[in-house]
């Protein structure tokens, strides 16, 4: 036997706008994580998710500023 929980969500306009903008910021940071992850496993380096991360935040704020 299966359980589970199903739960509606009616968000409100000003949440549906946060999920939009929150969807893209992780689709964007996936993006970008792979492609460096490519290019490091490319150039014969072995790269791994701690340092990646590492080196996102440390160039988040200066790349991928808001305008």
Known sequence: ??????IALCPTPNQVEYFKRACGTARRVWNW???EWNKQYAEGRKPNAMALKKQ???IKYSE???A
Do not use: G, R, T
């Not at 036997?1 to 199903?6: A, E, F, G, W």
């Open 33 to 35: 994580a792979l492609a």
């Open 56 to 58: 996102f935040n440390a």
């Open 64 to 66: 991928f500023a808001v």
């Open 1 to 6: 036997m299966y359980l589970s929980h199903k």
